[in-house]
T-cell receptor, first 115, second 112 residues
Framework: GDSVTQMEGPVTLSEEAFLTINCTYT??????LFWYVQYPGEGLQLLLK?????DKGSNKGFEATYRKETTSFHLEKGSVQVSDSAVYFC??????????????FGQGTTLQVKP | SQTIHQWPATLVQPVGSPLSLECTVE??????LYWYRQAAGRGLQLLFY??????ISSEVPQNLSASRPQDRQFILSSKKLLLSDSGFYLC???????????FGQGTRLTVV
C-alpha cells in the first residue's frame, strides 16, 4: 500500500542554519503531496503542497519540490528561526482517494532550533 | 470562513470508562470528516473517515467507534477505554475532491 517515510529526528539546528527534512513516498498512481506542521500542543496546519510532478510548494520561507523520478518531496528552508521549532509531517493523498480525501502521513520529524 | 471545533482539549479517564469526543465544523457543507490518533512519539494514524451523514469507514480494528449524526458533527466514542487508547486525537475536515485537510486543536486523552 501507499506509504510515506521521513527522516528520523529530532533535528537540532542553530538559528539561521539551512534546513532539509527528507521525505520519500511509495504510491500507485499520481499522488498529491503535502507538508504539515504541528506546533507544541496544537493541531496540524498545512504548510505547503504540490499536486503534480515538478511542482514546487512554498510558504513562510519553506519549499518542497515534487520529484517523481526519486519519489521525494524534501522540505527545505534557507534560514531557520527559533519559532520554526515544531514537528513536521509529510503526507500524500493518492489519486484513488480523491473522493475520500484520505491522507497518509509519515511519522513526523521534530525540529529544534536553538538561538 | 470555515472553523473546526474539537473538545475537550484534555481528558483523563479511568480504564473501563466510556468516551465521547465531539468535533463540529462551521462555514462549510458536506465536508469529509476524519479522526486521527497520534500516539506519543509516533505519526498520525487514520482511525475513521466519513463522506456523509451516517457513513463511517473504519481504517483499523480497535476499541473505538465513530458516528456522524449531522452533516458537520463527528463523534468518537468508546464503551470501555483501554490503557492503549491514550493519545492525542485529532479531528479534521476536507472539501470533497481535494487533499487539503484542516485540523482541530486536538484532544489529549490519558487513560489511567
Amino acid at each position: 500500500g501507499d506509504s510515506v517515510t521521513q527522516m528520523e529526528g529530532p533535528v537540532t539546528l542553530s538559528e539561521e542554519a539551512f534546513l532539509t527534512i527528507n521525505c520519500t513516498y511509495t504510491a500507485t498512481g499520481y499522488p498529491s503531496l503535502f507538508w504539515y506542521v504541528q506546533y507544541p500542543g496544537e493541531g496540524l496546519q498545512l504548510l505547503l503542497k504540490a499536486t503534480k510532478a515538478d511542482d514546487k510548494g512554498s510558504n513562510k520561507g519553506f519549499e518542497a519540490t515534487y520529484r517523481k523520478e526519486t519519489t521525494s518531496f524534501h522540505l527545505e528552508k534557507g534560514s531557520v528561526q527559533v519559532s520554526d521549532s515544531a514537528v513536521y509531517f509529510c503526507a500524500l493523498r493518492d489519486y484513488g482517494s480523491s473522493n475520500t480525501g484520505k491522507l497518509i502521513f509519515g511519522q513526523g520529524t521534530t525540529l529544534q532550533v536553538k538561538p | 470562513s470555515q472553523t473546526i471545533h474539537q473538545w475537550p482539549a484534555t481528558l483523563v479517564q479511568p480504564v473501563g470508562s466510556p468516551l465521547s469526543l465531539e468535533c463540529t465544523v462551521e462555514g462549510t457543507s458536506n465536508p469529509n470528516l476524519y479522526w486521527y490518533r497520534q500516539a506519543a512519539g509516533r505519526g498520525l494514524q487514520l482511525l475513521f473517515y466519513s463522506v456523509g451523514i451516517g457513513q463511517i469507514s473504519s481504517e483499523v480494528p480497535q476499541n473505538l467507534s465513530a458516528s456522524r449524526p449531522q452533516d458537520r458533527q463527528f463523534i468518537l466514542s468508546s464503551k470501555k477505554l483501554l490503557l492503549s487508547d491514550s493519545g492525542f486525537y485529532l479531528c479534521a475536515w476536507s472539501v470533497r475532491g481535494t487533499g487539503e485537510a484542516f485540523f482541530g486543536q486536538g484532544t489529549r486523552l490519558t487513560v489511567v
